[in-house]
């Protein structure tokens, strides 16, 4: 079976084209290379000969997505491309509202004509906004208000796929729909060939492991003063490869005519001060820390609720430490501490 991958290039994309192509899929991977990485792609290429094909394109092109789907008969889109910073997207909203929302426009639409039967999205935490204390963790049935325009426009993208969902099965031909809302995804692949590498990169767990190798001088906590146990923001952090391992479960539990929804975390929050510490745990490095200002669009508190596909999938994170998670991404960073364009790994 060949299943497309958009977004194959990316952190999480690439782990997920990985995992397919070792289950025995076929994989056709689209990406623009815009935050992704040709070197991914490579090093995939070449431990699976002959599995993996890359297309350097847009989702947003729909009459070339189209023509992939039909040409290769794809009915399992996995869509991972998309902008993912909330400081970048309150600076620059229409960006990410072009690039997330209308593209996802697009390739629903190449989905809607080629046929496509199941299709799973990358939604995120930020969906949920600033919820009340009350809904933490936060469960799928949990008021969606986003408070930054990356949220925004990802909710948008959920509020199409269920609104064509909804017409495909009232239509008599049903399409699969799961939008996965991930909270912090961190760590790497066990097996070292794929790790991540954001340029810039914004996400905490890879700045911290930055400081810690010394390419970077110290990490800035942006805000002491939230409503949280030490002042710091919590989120919930979970693995790249259980992230994967949720969507390979729910693509092969999909139903003609189904609309799921699921939080993919582990259920435990954790401080900025805490990812910290764990990060100088798992180094046994020294790591500066310096005091920083709030950071615009950032909820104080983001714990799942991960009940949900626990109990229809039987899915649970199996790591469930920041240490375990930094510790897997630290290996990789030390092999490649200037990421995929340091040579490293092979040519
Ligand atoms: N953060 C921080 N310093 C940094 C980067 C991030 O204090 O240099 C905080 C950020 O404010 C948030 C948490 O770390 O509370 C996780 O941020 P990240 O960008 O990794 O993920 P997000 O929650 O935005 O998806």
Request: hydrophobic content about 40%.
């Amino acid at each position: 079976m060949t299943i497309l991958v958009t977004g194959g290039a990316g952190y999480i994309g690439s782990h997920a084209v990985q995992r397919l192509l070792r289950d025995g899929h076929d994989v056709v991977a689209i990406d623009t290379l815009f935050r992704g990485h040709a070197r991914a792609m490579h090093l995939l290429a070449r431990a699976f000969p002959g599995r993996l094909t890359f297309i350097h394109a847009d989702v947003a092109d729909r009459a070339l997505v189209e023509g992939i789907l039909r040409a290769r008969g794809i009915r399992d889109v996995l869509h991972f491309a998309a902008m993912a910073y909330v400081g970048e997207s309150v600076e620059e909203p229409l960006r990410y509202y072009r690039n997330n929302t209308l593209a996802s426009l697009a390739l629903i639409e190449a989905c809607d004509r080629a046929q496509v039967e199941r299709l799973v999205f990358s939604s995120t935490a930020a969906t949920y906004g600033e919820p009340d204390a009350s809904r933490i963790p936060i469960r799928e049935d949990c008021p969606q208000h986003p408070i930054n325009p990356y949220g925004a426009s990802k909710l948008a993208v959920e509020r199409m796929l269920a609104d064509w969902c909804a017409s495909r099965a009232r239509a008599g031909r049903p399409v699969a729909v799961a939008c996965l809302r991930y909270f912090n995804v961190a760590g790497s692949d066990a097996s070292g060939l794929l790790g991540e590498d954001h340029h810039p990169e914004t996400h905490l767990v890879p700045l911290v492991l930055q400081a810690a190798v010394g390419v970077r001088e110290a990490i800035t906590i942006f805000g002491a003063d939230y409503p949280t146990p030490d002042g710091t923001c919590v989120r919930d952090y979970i693995h790249v490869e259980d992230l994967v391992e949720a969507h390979i479960r729910v693509l092969g539990a999909l139903r003609p005519g189904e609309w799921r929804a699921y939080n993919l975390g582990t259920g435990r929050g954790a401080s900025v001060r805490e990812v910290i510490d764990a990060c100088r745990r798992a180094t046994g490095r020294e790591i500066t820390e310096r005091a920083g200002a709030r950071r615009p669009g950032d909820p104080p508190e983001l714990t799942a609720d991960p009940g949900a596909i626990a109990r229809d999938l039987g899915w649970k994170a199996r790591v469930t430490s920041i240490e375990d998670m930094a510790a897997s991404a630290w290996r990789w960073m030390l092999a490649h501490p200037r990421g995929y364009d340091d040579g490293a790994g092979g040519a």
